[in-house]
Each structure stands twice: as structure tokens, then as C-alpha cells.
């Protein structure tokens, strides 16, 4: 089992930048992937960033590529997401994931442990 706790959301204005942290207990953090997703309302949830156990590679979504940097200190076991240049439509709630495998993925289905979702509001 392992538990995940999100925070840093808040309410910034377009332009501005955030970082997300997830803390991880429970099962061994560093042998797992991890994995950002969010969602607006009204709409799916959505693939954001992953990141590999030991951290050597990250995959993110085309929408935030370039902007969005994932990242993991398996000492902490946290993950973070540092969020560049954010849009209007970077608002969402935003959920940390972690699945029982080293290899990222962005699908959801393949992660089996969910945060409760931190809140990321950005205004025009």
C-alpha cells in the first residue's frame, strides 16, 4: 500500500509558476513510477508528466512539454512538479500516481495508487 499526499496548488495568475510536491509512505517509493495527471471540470482526466523509479527518464504530455518539469528524490520519497509559464487552461486539479513498476507510463489504468488532488488555479 502506498499513500500519497499532494500539495502546492493554489491560485496564480498566467505567466506565474508553481511546484507540486507529492509525499509518499507506505510501500517502497523508489521502486515505483510515477505519475502527474489532472483534471478540469467537465472534462477527463488527463495525462500530465511520468517519471521512471530512478529518475532517469520523463515523459509529459504535448500541452505541457517545455513548460512542466517532473521530478523524484527518492531520499524524500516525493515527486515534484515544477510548473513553468502556466495558462488559463493549466487549471485543474491535479493528481500525483504511483504504480507498482519502475517503467513510466501515461496511462492511468496502470497506476495503482492515487493522491487526493491539489487545486491549481490560473487567471487570465
Known amino acids: 500500500q502506498v499513500q500519497l499526499v499532494e500539495s502546492g496548488g493554489g491560485l496564480v495568475q498566467a505567466g506565474d509558476s508553481l511546484r507540486l510536491s507529492c509525499a509518499a509512505s507506505?510501500?517502497?517509493?523508489?521502486?515505483?513510477?510515477m505519475g502527474w495527471f489532472r483534471q478540469a471540470p467537465r472534462k477527463e482526466r488527463e495525462f500530465v508528466a511520468t517519471i521512471t523509479w530512478l529518475g532517469g527518464r520523463t515523459y509529459y504530455a504535448d500541452s505541457v512539454k517545455g513548460r512542466f518539469t517532473i521530478s523524484r528524490d527518492n531520499a524524500k520519497n516525493t515527486v515534484y512538479l515544477q510548473m513553468d509559464s502556466l495558462k488559463p487552461e493549466d487549471t485543474a486539479v491535479y493528481y500525483c500516481?504511483?504504480?507498482?513498476?519502475?517503467?513510466?507510463?501515461?496511462?492511468?489504468?496502470?497506476?495503482?495508487?492515487w493522491g487526493q488532488g491539489t487545486q491549481v488555479t490560473v487567471s487570465a
Open positions: 507506505g510501500r517502497t517509493f523508489s521502486k515505483s513510477a
Open positions: 500516481a504511483a504504480r507498482s513498476g519502475v517503467y513510466a507510463t501515461p496511462q492511468d489504468e496502470d497506476y495503482d495508487y
